[in-house]
């Protein structure tokens, strides 16, 4: 038997990792399976928890108003170093780029646990985009034990950086998994925001802006952007804007968006309502990572407002067009897929390169596989 740990802190580390623990808890003969809230973003978490039946054993109740990075980072490797010191897990496993899962290895590291890191290696090479989940995963991938790569180029480049090709598995992408649970499932409107959207027929476009290296001058250029499509397609097209409660965001948002007849600014949703909004869009606008692995599931063009990405293979397979936060090619690219059809068709029918839905089940065999390794 192996002792797993996980931890969750956002909600997308949430969403990827509950499918699989969901996996590790259904075979108690193999795994010991605790879970780990570091208690960040909590109004957004617990509707997953309750949705994928988790119950976690430990919370560190991490959330205070405007933390720093470093705050986040030593309250972790403390709080969560006694934790493992007390449970003394086998593996602790991350998922992705965030700094509590950085963190986490960290102190999985100084405790002499093994790391097992799911969505390892994304790169953009640039430190500064996304900051700083870039060098959040380098730190990670350079102390991990098992790395579970989406794409085989995720792999490659963990090859480059000299990992033994032994201990990486090309999997797929959780997050996939959890999508196409969500998506199958039927969703009752009544009671969400998604009942009162009055899109009347029109074309939606959904937005999520909120990443740190947007925050400012590049936020504001997307509010122009989606201000302008909005008056010139006011009778074809309505914005719906789950707008980050992040103070950096709102004070930027709400003064150049608020009031316009075709756009709704709304609050952040539930995984499960945000899914349906998503198959309900005609197109998303979005700085999210993941989003980009998720929306062509779904047949959504995605326009990506940021200056590089870490997912180059929906690029390649044509899903994606990176944007950046420059006005005028938001514009331009969001025109062209409202105006014509043959490109819009292109990009929705491209074949989403990020998995099939078994990526848990992927890498539970080979979790297996160190359990018979160890008799």
């Known amino acids: 038997m192996l ?13 990827k990792l509950a499918p699989l623990v969901r996996l590790f808890l259904d075979h108690p003969d193999d795994f010991s399976c605790s879970v780990c809230l570091t208690g960040q973003h909590r109004e957004m978490i617990n509707p997953l928890l309750g949705f994928f039946d988790l119950h976690p054993d430990h919370d560190l109740q991490l959330m205070t108003h405007n933390q720093t990075l470093e705050q986040v980072t030593m309250n972790v490797l403390s709080r969560l170093g006694e934790i493992i010191e007390n449970e003394k897990p086998d593996y602790v496993v991350v998922q992705g780029d965030t ?25 953009t090479w640039n430190k500064d985009h996304p900051y700083p ?16 790569a ?10 480059a950086e000299g990992v033994d090709k032994s201990r990486i598995e090309v999997t797929g992408n959780t997050v996939i998994d959890a999508l196409m649970d969500v998506a199958a499932r039927e969703f009752d409107p009544r ?13 939606l476009i959904l937005v999520t802006a909120h990443r740190r290296e947007n925050h400012g001058a590049p936020l504001r250029d997307v509010c122009d952007a989606i201000r302008e499509i909005a008056s010139r397609y006011r009778d074809e097209v309505w914005f719906a804007y789950p707008v980050h409660l992040n103070p950096n965001v709102q004070q930027i948002v709400y003064p150049i968006l608020k009031g316009i007849d075709n756009i709704s600014l709304i609050p952040p949703l539930d995984y499960v309502p945000f899914v349906h909004l998503m198959k309900k869009a005609y197109l998303i606008l979005t700085d999210s990572g993941g989003i980009q692995e998720e929306a062509p599931s779904l047949g959504k063009p995605v326009l990506v407002l940021r200056e590089t990405t870490e997912r180059p293979e929906a690029v390649d397979a044509g899903t994606v067009v990176v944007v950046g936060t420059c006005k005028e ?28 839905g078994k990526a848990s089940e992927r890498i539970l065999n080979r979790m297996l596989r160190e359990v018979e390794a160890r008799g």
């Open 191 to 203: 009671g969400t925001i998604l009942e009162d959207l009055p899109v009347n027929g029109s074309k």
């Open 150 to 159: 989406h794409t085989e180029k995720a792999k490659q480049n963990l090859l």
């Open 3 to 15: 002792k797993i740990l996980t931890t969750f802190g956002t909600r997308p580390e949430t969403i």
């Open 329 to 356: 090619k938001i514009v331009a690219e969001t025109v062209k897929l409202l105006e014509h059809p043959e490109a819009y068709g292109k990009m929705a029918k491209a074949v989403n390169p990020y998995g099939d």
């Open 99 to 123: 700094t509590t899962a950085m963190a986490a290895s960290l102190a999985a590291f100084y405790r002499h646990a093994r790391i097992a890191h799911v969505e390892a290696g994304l790169r």
């Open 133 to 148: 989940e870039e060098v959040n995963r380098r730190v990670i991938d350079s102390m991990s034990d098992l790395y579970f």
